[in-house]
């Protein structure tokens, strides 16, 4: 990915696969070099020497992603619109930028990649060896067609990659490394990389300077295709204009190839859609699109009565729906506008209902912690945070360390992005992102010293789930001798499994040395219940009609009251069609007729229920607290739905 990587040499690209670099990847250059250079006699020690000196550092370089492309794109563009304005005549880099984003298409770009000339180029970056190697595993690659029963002759491949290869987003990258050389020299403009997937984005003081760029780009890449045998998809290629005035996106036309190509309002660029203003609704709204039917299908997974056990609910929800909605959410979410991230937060929750069976009227804030789900704001504060941790920790002359370690005055008040934001949510937690440790890209040989790392081999061999408590316990002991083990943060986890088979799995408890953090709910039924936790425990019954109703009645809304029936217009009376006064007639408890049946006089104080209570809770009154758990709740639902059954019609 050429985005996160402006420092590289020219020749030089990055693996879009597992975006490390090419040259740089330890499981196939390493790993290549050190068995080859050991067994041939054609490997040439001066050109391998010197490429070794000058690219072992870069060996240590971070993993990038698309994520990590889209974040710094993003950084970028709201750092050009925030600079000053400047007095007097417009100043190239002092007045606020315009941008021009062009995302480019190659057809049929693996299929089309000519062998004798990646050879050529192979030979340039790697070893003699290893481009030998490659290019035998190329060659004589035969293929035939079989059309009703006759088989035509067998035509060797004289171009493209294997499909499905671990290699070939290697070799691609490897095979446009020259492309990023030829754009690098267009003036003010940053080259996005990852795999096939190449964009631009020329900026400028003024539209006209910022399509000039653009098209020398264009013009560059063009240049590159026809040396390199291959062809733009001009029909497939976008435009987009990145500016804060909407006269600048119109009527922008760049020539690629010789085909005028006209600017879009929106850019679809590595799974997410970009607007002009970078507001992100487009790309919201199809979201939206894209949940929906995801939705329908985890609702067919369950009812009020029957269904999957919440703990698979919660999997489903996480995995197939939210994995689906935060893809790339680090760069984009912390962008987004409230009224665009209000149409995520409506699918979520709809999620949420269909996880816990709540009505449409539950409070959100007491939903989405029953579901175990956070808003799209709390996942944008998150994910923020995270972003600006990670590019603190790259090295210093990474350019989204670079963007996270930059000061831009914010000219532009309703505009943030996931730097300004990542800040905010680490110094409300008394952290800075200088504090990050620097990340260490290449694993360390337990052999290797380095500071601050002490590596004990004291610990005993026989220190097995087996060997008893004694054994496990001398271990403990041991840790809590270490340097350090005073401020330290310690995790206990076991990820065996029975038999090698059965109850697998991985799990850790960090026990920070503040405590635990405590989440504030608005002030209600709900926070009475959790005043000190963050979330609550998926319910773990076997009934899916106890686990709604626990849900329900912790959440403030439930379906069997009579109290709520009248308040949404299901239980009418002739006095009264439907209201929200808790002290109508109508909405009395059918099993005392005391007071409305609402989840506090439910669970805490309806007489009839004493009994319950005590078995439950050992106490006749009971407290809010004792809620948290679902069995307790569970008993007395189903006490009360066993004591409205003996009542008679209501009025």
């Known amino acids: 990915m050429e985005g996160a990587a402006q420092t590289f040499a020219p020749g030089q690209a990055v693996n879009g696969d597992r975006g490390r670099e090419a040259v740089g990847d330890r499981s196939k250059a390493e790993a290549f070099v050190s068995t080859y250079a050991a067994v041939s006699k054609h490997v040439r020690r001066k050109k391998w020497d010197k490429l070794t000196k000058a690219e072992l550092k870069r060996l240590r370089r971070a993993p990038c992603t698309s994520e990590d492309n889209l974040a710094r794109l993003v950084q970028s563009v709201q750092d050009g619109w925030n600079k000053p304005k400047?007095?007097?005549?417009?100043?190239?880099?002092?007045?606020?930028?315009?941008?021009?984003?062009?995302?480019?298409?190659f057809a049929r770009a693996y299929d089309t990649i000519d062998h004798k000339m990646l050879y050529a180029k192979l030979l340039?970056?790697?070893?003699?060896?290893?481009?030998?190697?490659?290019?035998?595993?190329l060659r004589d690659r035969r293929a035939c067609v079989e059309v009703n029963g006759v088989r035509s002759r067998e035509r060797p491949f004289r171009a493209g990659l294997p499909q499905g290869s671990v290699l070939v987003p290697t070799l691609y990258t490897i095979w446009a490394a020259d492309l990023i050389a030829d754009l690098r020299r267009a003036p003010r403009t940053d080259?996005?990389?990852?795999?096939?997937?190449?964009?631009?984005?020329?900026?400028?003081?003024t539209i006209q300077t910022a399509l000039a760029a653009a098209q020398h780009s264009a013009d560059l890449l063009a240049k590159w295709a026809t040396r390199n045998k291959m062809t733009i998809a001009s029909q497939k290629t976008q435009i987009m204009v990145l500016s804060q005035w909407s006269r600048d996106a119109k009527d922008t036309t760049i020539l690629v190839s010789g085909t005028p190509v006209r600017a879009t309002p929106t850019v679809k660029l590595l799974g997410v859609t970009l607007d002009r203003l970078l507001h992100f609704g487009d790309h919201c709204a199809n979201l939206k699109r894209k949940a929906r039917p995801r939705i329908n299908q985890l609702r067919k997974l369950t009812g009020h009565s029957w269904g999957l056990r919440e703990p698979h609910l919660r999997a489903v929800a996480n995995g197939y729906i939210r994995g689906a909605i935060e893809y790339a959410a680090a760069a984009w979410l912390p962008a987004a506008s409230r009224s665009h991230l209000e149409l995520v937060d409506r699918e979520l929750r709809a999620v949420a209902r269909a996880v816990t069976g709540c009505p449409l009227s539950t409070p959100a804030h007491a939903l989405m912690a029953e579901a175990g789900l956070p808003t799209a704001e709390m996942r944008s504060a998150t994910l923020a945070a995270r972003m600006l941790a990670?590019?603190?920790?790259?090295?210093?002359?990474?350019p989204l360390r670079e963007l996270a370690e930059a000061a831009v005055p914010c000219r532009l008040r309703n505009v943030t992005g996931w730097r300004d934001q990542g800040r905010r949510t680490l110094d409300a937690l008394g952290v800075t992102a200088s504090s990050v440790e620097p990340m260490v890209a290449v694993p360390l040989p337990p052999?290797?010293?380095?500071?601050?790392?002490s590596i004990s081999c004291a610990v005993p061999s026989e220190c097995v789930r087996s060997a008893g408590e004694h054994?496990?316990?001398?271990?403990?002991?041991?840790?809590?001798?270490?340097?350090?083990?005073?401020?330290?943060?310690?995790?206990?986890?076991?990820g065996s499994a029975d038999g090698g088979t059965v109850r697998g799995?991985?799990?850790?408890?960090?026990?920070?040395?503040?405590g635990t953090e405590h989440t504030s709910w608005p002030d209600g039924w709900y926070r009475s219940i959790f005043t000190d936790q963050t979330l609550p425990a998926p319910v773990r019954l076997d009934s899916r009609e106890a686990a709604v109703d626990v849900h329900q009645l912790r959440a403030g809304h439930w379906s069997m009251s009579a109290q709520y029936l009248h308040r949404i217009g299901r239980r009418p009376t002739a006095a009264c069609p439907g209201c929200a006064d808790a002290g109508c007639p109508a909405a009395r408890c059918l099993v005392c007729e005391e007071e409305a049946d609402t989840p506090q006089h439910v669970l805490l104080r309806c007489p009839c229920l004493c009994g319950?209570?005590?078995l439950a809770m050992g106490n006749i009154y009971g407290r809010p607290t004792d809620l948290r758990r679902d069995d307790v709740v569970a008993a007395l639902a189903a006490g009360f739905r066993s004591f409205q059954s003996r009542t008679t019609t209501p009025r």
């Open 505 to 514: 799995g991985g799990g850790a408890l960090i026990v920070l040395p503040t």
């Open 471 to 494: 054994a496990r316990r001398a271990a403990a002991a041991l840790l809590t001798d270490l340097p350090g083990a005073e401020q330290a943060t310690w995790v206990w986890s076991d």
């Open 390 to 398: 990670r590019a603190s920790a790259l090295p210093a002359e990474d």
């Open 612 to 614: 319950a209570r005590f």
């Open 86 to 105: 400047a007095r007097g005549r417009p100043v190239d880099g002092v007045t606020a930028d315009k941008f021009v984003l062009v995302a480019y298409d």
């Open 447 to 453: 052999w290797t010293s380095r500071e601050g790392i």
């Open 191 to 205: 080259i996005f990389m990852y795999a096939d997937d190449t964009s631009t984005l020329s900026a400028g003081a």
């Open 124 to 137: 340039r970056q790697l070893p003699y060896c290893m481009a030998r190697w490659i290019s035998r595993l």
